[in-house]
């Protein structure tokens, strides 16, 4: 019966570990989801308490963890079905190189700065401390975290993160390998330009007259620089867009800026729609936006619309504004001759009644 | 019909009503908003201009100054739909109201009424202009006379009834650009931003040195007329700006014996 039994779980396991091994974890040589995986997956322990055995995977592939195999922490387990699993030691070394000393990896520091520490089990004089169990060990402080977004310490300047880099340095001892990894890693996460500098490079070429016939290129800098978008930038925004954001593909590498004329550029018009609508953009509007025209040059035959409502605009201005400024003008000079009449019977009138008036004398010619 | 006397006098010195309290507060509300809304738009009209980004971070930087100005051109299109809904309410009740109850409402006597209003540029308006031409240019020596709202001050007032429809819709669609791509297409955003920005610099001039030059640096003004405070024009200005209304509202209060002479520009000129 128990032979019967064993086949049983043995053809399971195979026909599971054939079935399902496109959802494995990479590190997980015994395929310890296949049962792991299942929300339901528990028992009742020895001592009466509920134990939950189901692993999220998705959380998991987000975890700093997510590249050890199984077996590294839970070293006791080299077959299944098996039996209960021993308490995780952290401080054992797992597969993983530490990449500034090339030794296995371990937590074994951080378990002795700890140990160092008010929270260890030890009096100074190594005598063991009272009530062991209220003291920490590392799962009572750390679950298995998820990475979160980048975190800017507060009020740090450009440059090596004191506070940053104490973290990495807690592991990665020797050398300046911490330094120069961390400036490797943080200056991949922030953009290295500021909006306004990545137009200024793009049109140290497209700005350059001369370039530009010689490739048959339109004027897009002065075009972009007519938009709101380049408009917020010059004042200083770093949220809206500079040339990059709608030239490339939203996660694609920056290097690779196509020709609106090639199908997978992000400015090829059946691409629009989905790069102004690019997450932290448009994200709301429908793909009718796409229809706006970003680069207007104010052409009579490319762009009628806005030359006309400029022109329109423009007359109307130009109309209003030297109507009243005339009129300031004359009237202001108006009052230098204020009894000249090119009619001589009234310019005399005006005279002789100026001269007459006794309520304003100061003010005769 | 009026709360306030049409002519006070204090220490002697005449008063000439013009605008109660709440007409004032308007404007103030009114000019709060375009003021706020010229400093939060001009550097973003003109960002590569050096007074530009000083002005843009004082008036709250890229993330304050767009809602400084959002919020300015709300209260004003607000106002613009109060200020309709007040003169529409105070012409039914004035003028309207009183005819309906006489029995003598009809289509004539209506559209009559909406042509005699104060604000509503008439026949007198257009021979004021030509005889203000014919003043400037040394035709006559005699300024025109003008009633209790100048042609000048009709422009001034419908200056916001032309600008406002099309800086305030244009605005809208420019700061709910998402929402309006699901009902219009995208270049009506190339439109609207004609609109506005080039509005915005009609308005902004014309307010700079035309109104302006009429309130603050035409010399009888200068620094700052005080009827927008007061709610009053002196004896000089009425009789400067509005003479043929001084000399009405001189008579009707039985004081035709103290009506002064026409002066402009230093000259006098006998009523």
Redesign the interface.
């Known amino acids: 019966m128990a032979f019967l039994q064993r086949i049983g779980v043995i053809s399971v396991v195979l026909f599971g570990a054939l079935t399902f091994t496109h959802q494995v974890n990479a590190g997980d040589e015994l395929n310890c989801t296949m049962c792991h995986k299942h929300r339901g997956l528990s028992r009742i322990d020895e001592n009466g308490k509920f134990r939950l055995f189901y692993i999220n995977q998705e959380l998991f592939a987000n975890s700093p963890h997510r590249r050890n195999r199984c077996s590294d922490c839970h070293t006791d387990i080299d077959r299944i079905p098996h039996k209960p699993a021993k308490k995780v030691d952290c401080t054992q070394e797992c597969h993983l190189t530490e990449p500034s000393g090339k030794k296995k990896f371990s937590h074994k520091t951080i378990a002795k700065t700890l140990s160092d520490s008010a929270h260890g089990r030890y009096k100074w004089d190594g005598t063991l401390k009272p009530h062991q169990q209220d003291l920490p060990d590392c799962k009572d402080c750390h679950d298995q975290p998820l990475y979160r977004p980048l975190s800017f310490y507060k009020g740090e300047s450009p440059g090596v993160s004191k506070r940053g880099i104490s973290r990495c340095k807690s592991c990665h001892t020797i050398g300046d390998f911490a330094e120069s990894f961390y400036e490797h890693i943080t200056s991949r996460l922030h953009k290295s330009r500021t909006p306004r500098e990545i137009v200024r490079v793009c049109a140290k070429c497209h700005g350059d007259e001369e370039i530009r016939e010689r490739h048959e290129l339109d004027d897009v800098v002065t075009s972009y620089?007519e938009?709101?978008h380049?408009?917020?930038i010059?004042?200083?925004?770093e949220?809206?867009p500079d040339c990059l954001d709608c030239h490339v593909v939203y996660g694609e590498n920056v290097h690779l800026i196509e020709s609106s004329e090639v199908a997978t550029s992000a400015t090829y018009p059946n691409n629009l729609a989905t790069t102004?609508r690019t997450a932290e953009c448009?994200?709301?509007?429908?793909p009718?936006?796409?229809?706006?025209?970003t680069h207007?040059t104010y052409s009579r035959e490319k762009y009628p619309?806005?030359f006309y409502?400029?022109l329109f605009?423009?007359g109307?201005?130009a109309v209003?504004?030297y109507f009243?400024?005339a009129?300031?003008f004359?009237?202001?000079?108006?009052?230098l001759?204020?009894?000249?009449?090119?009619?001589k019977e009234?310019?005399c009138?005006?005279r002789a009644?100026?001269a007459l008036?006794h309520?304003?004398p100061e003010?005769k010619l | 019909m009026h709360k306030f006397e049409k002519l006070v006098i204090r220490d002697g010195e005449k008063f000439f009503y013009r605008f109660s309290i709440h007409q004032r507060v308007q404007h103030i509300v009114l000019f709060t908003c375009v003021i706020l809304l010229a400093l939060t738009g001009f550097p973003l009209r003109h960002p590569e201009e050096s007074w530009s980004r000083p002005l843009y971070d004082f008036m709250g930087g890229t993330e304050i100054a767009p809602m400084v100005h959002r919020f300015a051109g709300s209260i004003l299109l607000f106002l613009f739909v109060y200020h309709t809904i007040y003169w529409i309410v105070l012409f039914m009740k004035n003028r309207i109201l009183p005819l309906k109850r006489a029995g003598k409402l009809t289509i004539g006597s209506f559209f009559q009424q909406i042509l005699s209003m104060e604000m509503m540029p008439n026949k007198k308006d257009l021979y004021d202009i030509i005889h203000l031409w014919k003043y400037l240019l040394y035709f006559t020596t005699r300024p025109p006379r003008h009633e209790r709202m100048s042609w000048r001050e009709k422009f001034d007032y419908f200056a916001p009834y032309w600008g406002i429809p099309i800086l305030g819709p244009a605005g809208f669609v420019l700061w709910w650009r998402d929402e309006f791509s699901h009902i219009m297409p995208g270049f009506v955003l190339n439109a609207a931003y004609i609109m506005h920005t080039d509005e915005a610099l009609l308005a902004v001039l014309f307010l700079f040195f035309v109104h302006w030059y009429n309130v603050h640096y035409a010399p009888e003004k200068f620094p700052a007329a005080t009827v927008w405070l007061t709610g009053y024009l002196t004896e000089d200005e009425m009789i400067h700006e509005h003479y043929a209304e001084y000399v009405k509202v001189m008579i009707e209060m039985g004081r035709e014996d103290e009506i002064k002479p026409q002066h402009f520009g230093g000259a006098t000129y006998q009523w």
Do not use: Y
């Open positions: 620089k938009t709101f380049a408009k917020m010059e004042l200083g925004s949220r809206t102004c448009h994200e709301k509007a429908s009718q936006l796409a229809s706006f025209q207007v619309m806005q409502m400029l605009f423009k109307l201005l209003v504004m009243f400024l009129l300031i004359l009237e202001l000079l108006r009052r001759f204020p009894c000249f009449c090119w009619n009234e310019r009138a005006a009644h100026q008036s309520d304003t003010d």
